[in-house]
């Protein structure tokens, strides 16, 4: 399986609110959303969080396992 390359092209305000979705899901939770959570929080299908996820994850804002359900992580605050 190849790595997917992220768009580059995608919108910075929901970029933001999933990477913050993310974050205080882990806080309240303990562990981090799966991606239909993501995507009903944030009213997008789920290849499109793909497309979001993969973003946050070059960027290195957030870790994912894969194989691993409910496997994402944020490693570190947004400046």
């Known amino acids: 399986m190849t790595k997917r390359t992220p768009s580059m092209n995608l919108s910075p305000e929901t970029l933001e609110a999933i990477y913050r979705f993310i974050g205080s899901y882990s806080a309240q939770y303990g562990y981090g959303p799966s991606l239909r959570e993501i995507a009903e929080a944030c009213y997008m299908s ?15 804002l957030i870790v ?3 194989n691993r359900a409910r496997a994402i992580a944020v490693v570190r605050k947004k400046p």
Do not use: A, K, S
């Open 64 to 66: 994912r396992e894969p």
């Open 46 to 60: 789920r290849p499109n969080i793909y497309r979001y996820l993969d973003r946050l994850e070059v960027d290195g």
